[in-house]
């Protein structure tokens, strides 16, 4: 009971430091968006260059704002580990009510500013600004989005709904056995696109380098699983769970 309680306690403190790293990673990912991407990217792309249109270049800002790309697989780190460590003590169906409360409301309010933003900087016409909005409202697996950014919360809704089926059918108890599969599946498909990249199956290779880092794979997980894994893990070593266990991974997956 002691023990329970002081658990429980700890995670106020662990909570307020994982949202302040959560934090510097968002703060990156804006920073690469403004002060790179901004006039990096060009109008026909129709993303934040776009919008932006301003001329002002930030090239003082190369050597770190091009670099904020990162805190996007950072935040997925945090997301894994936040997110076991959040489900151990819930329901499925509390589990997934509060995951909603979370994201909806900001989604919703972000995504109706973003599209009237769009349509006043002429960058979308009001049908396809319609359209693009109710994807991103619903968070639908494939955009556009009204902004691409969207992409990422779709990924991570992804892993929500994957961790509520892990509780709804008792399987986070299984979670080295689950992430061991996973990992393996990574390793089996990180080989097949770079043995194919370097033409040992005679397919296109710019095709295949295209679609491992296509926006398809990332969202359905096929290619960012990876990041909450490594924040799965971590949560584990960090609770005491299964640590001998993970160091034996490699094996597990090999062998």
């Known amino acids: ?139 639908f697996p494939f955009g556009p989005w009204i902004d691409g950014a969207i992409w990422t919360l779709v990924a991570e809704v992804l892993f929500y709904v994957l961790i509520f089926a892990a509780m709804k059918f008792r399987l986070l108890s299984q979670m080295t056995a689950l992430t061991s599969a996973i990992t393996g599946f990574n390793l089996v498909f990180w080989i097949g696109i770079v043995l194919a990249a370097s033409g040992a199956f005679g397919l296109d290779t710019k095709a295949v380098a295209d679609l491992a880092a296509s926006y398809r794979l990332s969202v359905t997980l096929v290619t960012t699983n990876c990041f909450f894994l490594v924040g799965m893990a971590l949560y584990q070593v960090h609770a005491g769970k299964d640590v001998v266990r993970w160091s034996r991974l490699p094996v597990q997956v090999c062998g």
């Open 1 to 139: 009971m002691v023990a329970e309680q002081t658990s429980r306690s700890s995670r106020p403190r662990e909570f307020a430091t994982l949202d302040l790293l959560r934090f510097a990673a968002a703060q990156a990912v804006v920073f690469y968006h403004l002060l790179f991407l901004s006039w990096v990217e060009t109008p026909a792309a129709g993303g934040i260059g776009a919008v932006a249109q301003s001329g002002a270049r930030f090239e003082e800002a190369i050597p770190w704002a091009s670099i904020g790309w990162v805190g996007v697989p950072i935040f997925f780190v945090i997301s894994g580990f936040v997110i076991v460590m959040s489900a151990g003590d819930k329901t499925p169906g509390e589990f997934l009510i509060g995951r909603a409360r979370r994201i909806l409301p900001a989604l919703w309010a972000f995504s109706l500013l973003s599209a009237a933003v769009v349509m006043i900087a002429g960058v979308l016409a009001p049908l396809e600004a319609l359209g693009r909005l109710m994807r991103s409202m619903v968070l």
